[in-house]
């Protein structure tokens, strides 16, 4: 039998992207999501295990039934202003649910995992372009649980062999072209979702958090990515360690910054309307501007995003039409 691809969290936004492109590559996949934050719709006929990373036995019983050579790891929560109130919630799920699943994978004998992780590990950079080399600083419970989480994976690579890369994702953005995958603003609480939804549905205005910032135009600046090019970033991560790369930590991102009102600019262009906002107080702990040096993902993965803010707004636009189309 051909080894499979373990994908926790497949059914979620970056998850079911990436079930695809591991698919379109021509592997194996078997999905693995507990659904509390996802549909099972999303995974379309890839096989799909319901449980928690927690579940120990269940984890080592899929892997061993699926032969399972890797795993990408995405399960997690990842609302930051949630993980300040409720830490122990964060801690539990991202820290402690990765380590029982680690030990399930090395007792199934697993020994490759790519891991989300996330550009707010740095918390606010002295330096952008922001490279792997800049301190781990994590400025939130959230980012916190991810630099435990990567600490933890050079550890089981010296004790038990597993080797990991540590993707440090920018803000993932956009859907599939076909409309099929998105990211559903139901759950999401990120900036391209809430202004779409904004606008659509006028139900709610938007918060612009600070106008007031050192950057060109005052709003805060990030690195999107194209939640595809982030999928094709794991292909080539996965293939990485199958050639025997080493234990490390690369950002994922496309190394342009854009404002908030760069997004909100480009929507409006797309939708031909205004995107309903506001202009509130700032917001504690958001970095002023953060993007990616992308010297090392090319190097190491010989990866690079494809894509750019336009490509982001009209797919995440048409995805979430044709949702209200389809009723959802
Ligand atoms: N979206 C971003 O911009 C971004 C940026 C940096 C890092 N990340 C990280 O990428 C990963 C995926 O993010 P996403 O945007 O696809 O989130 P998501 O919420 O859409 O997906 C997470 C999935 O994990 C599942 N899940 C959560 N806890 C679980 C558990 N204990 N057992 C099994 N399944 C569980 C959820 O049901 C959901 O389907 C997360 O680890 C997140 O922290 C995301």
Known sequence: MTSSILVTGGAGYIGSHTVRALREAGRRVVAYDSLELSEPSAVGDTPLVVGDIADHELVERTCREHDVSA??????????????LSPGKYFRNNVDGTVRLLDAAVAADVRQ????SSCSVYGTPAVVPV????????ESV???????VERVLRWYDEVHDLRSISLRYFNAAG???????GEDWTYALNLIPVAIRALLTGDQELQVFGDDFPTPDGTCVRDYIHVDDLAAAHVAAIDHLADGGDTTAVN???????????????IEAVAGKPVPH?????????PVATFSDTTRSRQLLGWRAQYGLQEIVETAYRWHLTQLERGS
């Not at 795993?71 to 300040?84: D, L, R, T």
């Not at 959230?142 to 435990?148: F, H, I, L, V």
Request: no cysteine.
């Open 113 to 116: 995992i790519v891991f989300s």
């Open 131 to 138: 490279d792997e080399a800049q301190p781990v600083h994590p």
């Open 175 to 181: 859907a599939s072209f076909d409309s099929a995958i």
């Open 278 to 286: 506001r202009i509130v107080a700032r917001r504690a702990g958001d």
């Open 142 to 148: 959230y980012a916190e649980t991810k630099a435990m």
């Open 71 to 84: 795993i990408v790891h995405f399960a997690a929560y990842k609302n930051v202003g949630e993980s300040m």
């Open 252 to 266: 994922v991102g496309t190394g342009v910054g854009s404002s908030v009102l760069e997004v909100l600019g480009a």
